[in-house]
């Protein structure tokens, strides 16, 4: 499935960001990086494709980021700088030719780190929490709006924690735990956070708690930041919000609305197709039987649907208009995966396997794999 995409990609797209797979030809989404080869080049490592990965290594040295135009702050970080970081980490390892001074140094550790200083303008905010987009020339635009989501302001300890301890220079860190942490206050009394944020007052601007859309990937970097740099305390974040979520967003049956983020009361009986790496974060700090109990929810209604619907009404038991698609979200497969590395149980190998025989049945075309409306 990978070589299939991969193979029509590199054929009919490359140097455009992404493949059209019902044209076969190519397109830029998000700043023209020529991202599908950014961000698979770890997952040929992953296959063990030392060979073509060599070759890529070298093709990605030579991304322009010098050029006027306007990029997602949270989307270059997390698909750029953090496909740039992995590619080096694992440059030895597919027998890539590395200076004795790596990991410390090398080309793509340089270009990652030439791209966060590009992103650095955008977190000199009054909260540190980071504006949306910056042009990667003039630095944050004139007329951005200073309202962010949650995840837009949450997301970047991974890469920039590690950007910072193979550099030894500490800004990058500094400015993705000030973010964490001015999030974390402005939390309401019940431990619930908003969706969307006014980064210059830290007023919430969407007053509605959910664990998935505008959220999800706060709470991800709250877990894995706190596993990968040794720092219990954002942990011990991450179980307040479980705590309040438990109490406030979940309805008893291992699905989660949305809420008032200070009152608590119930406001839309919607399951979002991004809750669902919740069952795989739940996984990570070591409760497997609401994982387990979470995930089965979500997968009887993938075998209701053979795909997971972007909004799903739980009082209606049916899919929001207009939004009945499935994008090829890989949030799902994702906790099926944490769970059955947690638990060696066969059921979630069967749940994979519902997953990609749908995928081969309704996605696949002649030249990669397309999202269903």
């Given at each position: 499935?990978?070589?299939?995409?991969?193979?029509?990609?590199?054929?009919?797209?490359?140097?455009?960001?992404?493949?059209?797979?019902?044209?076969?030809?190519?397109?830029?989404?998000?700043?023209?990086?020529?991202?599908?080869?950014?961000?698979?080049?770890?997952?040929?490592?992953?296959?063990?494709?030392?060979?073509?990965?060599?070759?890529?290594?070298?093709?990605?040295?030579?991304?322009?980021?010098?050029?006027?135009?306007?990029?997602?702050?949270?989307?270059?970080?997390?698909?750029?700088?953090?496909?740039?970081?992995?590619?080096?980490?694992?440059?030895?390892?597919?027998?890539?030719?590395?200076?004795?001074?790596?990991?410390?140094?090398?080309?793509?550790?340089?270009?990652?780190?030439?791209?966060?200083?590009?992103?650095?303008?955008?977190?000199?905010?009054?909260?540190?929490?980071?504006?949306?987009?910056?042009?990667?020339?003039?630095?944050?635009?004139?007329?951005?709006?200073n309202v962010t989501c949650t995840a837009g302001g949450g997301t970047f300890l991974v890469e920039f924690g590690t950007l910072s301890r193979l550099t030894g220079d500490p800004i990058y860190e500094q400015v993705a735990l000030r973010a964490l942490q001015s999030l974390w206050s402005k939390r309401s009394s019940l431990n619930l956070v908003?969706?969307?944020?006014?980064?210059?007052?830290?007023?919430?601007?969407?007053?509605?708690?959910?664990?998935?859309?505008?959220?999800?990937?706060?709470?991800?970097?709250?877990?894995?930041?706190?596993?990968?740099?040794?720092?219990?305390?954002?942990?011990?974040?991450?179980?307040?919000?479980?705590?309040?979520?438990?109490?406030?967003?979940?309805?008893?049956?291992?699905?989660?609305?949305?809420?008032?983020?200070?009152?608590?009361?119930?406001?839309?009986?919607?399951?979002?197709?991004?809750?669902?790496?919740?069952?795989?974060?739940?996984?990570?700090?070591?409760?497997?039987?609401?994982?387990?109990?979470?995930?089965?929810?979500?997968?009887a209604m993938w075998r209701k649907y053979g795909g997971m619907p972007e909004f799903y009404n739980l009082v209606n038991q049916d899919c929001m208009q207009g939004r009945e698609g499935y994008p090829l979200r890989p949030e799902h497969i994702e906790s099926i995966m944490y769970l059955s590395k947690a638990t060696d149980d066969d059921i979630?190998?069967?749940?994979?396997?519902?997953?990609?025989?749908?995928?081969?049945?309704?996605?696949?075309?002649?030249?990669?794999?397309?999202?269903?409306?």
């Open positions: 499935m990978f070589h299939h995409a991969y193979d029509s990609y590199l054929k009919y797209a490359y140097p455009y960001d992404e493949l059209r797979p019902l044209t076969c030809d190519g397109y830029d989404t998000w700043g023209s990086y020529s991202l599908s080869l950014v961000d698979a080049i770890d997952t040929l490592a992953t296959i063990g494709n030392s060979t073509e990965f060599a070759r890529v290594y070298i093709l990605i040295q030579n991304l322009d980021i010098e050029r006027d135009i306007n990029v997602s702050v949270f989307e270059t970080n997390i698909r750029v700088i953090g496909g740039l970081l992995s590619a080096h980490l694992l440059a030895k390892r597919m027998n890539v030719s590395v200076s004795d001074t790596w990991p410390c140094t090398g080309p793509l550790l340089e270009l990652a780190v030439a791209l966060a200083n590009k992103l650095l303008p955008a977190f000199d905010t009054a909260t540190g929490i980071p504006y949306g987009t910056v042009n990667l020339v003039w630095g944050v635009p004139v007329d951005e709006t908003g969706n969307h944020i006014n980064i210059q007052t830290g007023e919430w601007t969407a007053n509605d708690c959910t664990i998935g859309s505008g959220v999800d990937s706060y709470f991800e970097y709250l877990v894995k930041g706190a596993i990968l740099f040794r720092q219990p305390e954002l942990m011990n974040m991450m179980n307040e919000y479980i705590k309040a979520i438990d109490e406030h967003l979940s309805d008893g049956t291992g699905w989660f609305v949305y809420a008032n983020y200070q009152q608590g009361r119930k406001t839309m009986p919607l399951f979002a197709s991004l809750d669902a790496f919740y069952p795989g974060l739940l996984t990570l700090v070591g409760q497997l039987d609401r994982a387990k109990e979470t995930l089965y929810a979500y997968h979630f190998l069967f749940m994979a396997a519902d997953i990609f025989e749908a995928i081969e049945s309704c996605c696949k075309t002649s030249c990669g794999y397309t999202s269903v409306n």
